[in-house]
């Protein structure tokens, strides 16, 4: 089925330092939401998007919606070792359509 | 946010029996739940979309004879892994739309998912 592009694939950082990643659609999307996996666990909603161009901050995250429709990034400031875990874009088009996810970004902060 | 619960969070069967997961959606009430199955280190592929009171859509490739699907109520969907076999073991993962969530489009809680592991 439809997939994001998301990138990077996998991210090793130093703790304190900044993070961005990114997903990317040859289509558009009404809403874009960022999940973040820790091992075992199911997806977390961390920010989710509505509007193009809207910027959205949860904490030390901030998110965007891409003018277009077509993409959104999401950057973590001065990230922490539980930052650690997978984090997932993903597009939601109006009515009960299912979420179309990008292949996710595998954070590893190193302390 | 919204809670959803899946229980059991693990389970470990015999070859050829039947598993049952629960997806409760705890404070909302749920029409659309989803059903995931993710292998280790990948996305989340979707089975199947779960409509309360009807039947469900399973995405291509997905045996709906396999994998039941029951949405019984707005807060509880089924999922049932019948004549289990090892190359089903795998993590699955529900999740339920909130409907009343701010904005144009419904946002999505996922549950923590169940480990399933076929001997």
């Known amino acids: 089925g439809q997939q994001l592009n998301q990138s990077p694939q996998s991210m090793f950082i130093q703790e304190g330092e900044d993070v961005s990643m990114n997903c990317t659609s040859s289509s558009i999307f009404n809403t874009w939401l960022w999940y973040k996996q820790d091992p075992g666990e199911g997806p977390v909603l961390l920010i989710a998007l509505y509007k193009a161009g809207e910027l959205t901050s949860n904490g030390r995250l901030t998110a965007q919606f891409g003018i277009t429709r077509k993409d959104s990034f999401l950057n973590i400031s001065a990230s922490i070792p539980s930052d650690v875990g997978i984090y997932f874009c993903?597009?939601?088009?109006?009515?009960?359509?299912?979420?179309?996810f990008g292949k996710g970004t595998r954070l590893s902060v190193i302390a | 946010g919204a809670v959803v619960s899946q229980h059991p969070s693990r389970v470990i069967c015999k070859s050829g029996t039947s598993v049952k997961i629960e997806c409760r959606s705890l404070d909302f009430q749920a029409t659309t739940m989803f059903w995931y199955r993710q292998f280790p280190k990948q996305s989340l592929m979707l089975m199947a979309t779960?409509?309360?009171?009807?039947?469900?859509?399973?995405e291509q490739g997905v045996e709906k004879d396999k994998f039941l699907i029951n949405h019984a109520s707005l807060t509880l969907s089924t999922l049932t892994v019948t004549s289990a076999h090892p190359e089903d073991s795998s993590f699955y993962i529900c999740?339920?739309?909130?409907?009343?969530?701010?904005?144009?489009?419904?946002?999505?809680?996922f549950g923590p998912g169940t480990r399933l592991t076929v001997l």
């Open positions: 993903a597009g939601s088009t109006f009515g009960n359509t299912p979420l179309v």
């Open positions: 999740s339920a739309r909130d409907p009343w969530t701010s904005g144009p489009t419904d946002t999505q809680y």
């Open positions: 779960s409509n309360e009171g009807s039947k469900a859509t399973y």
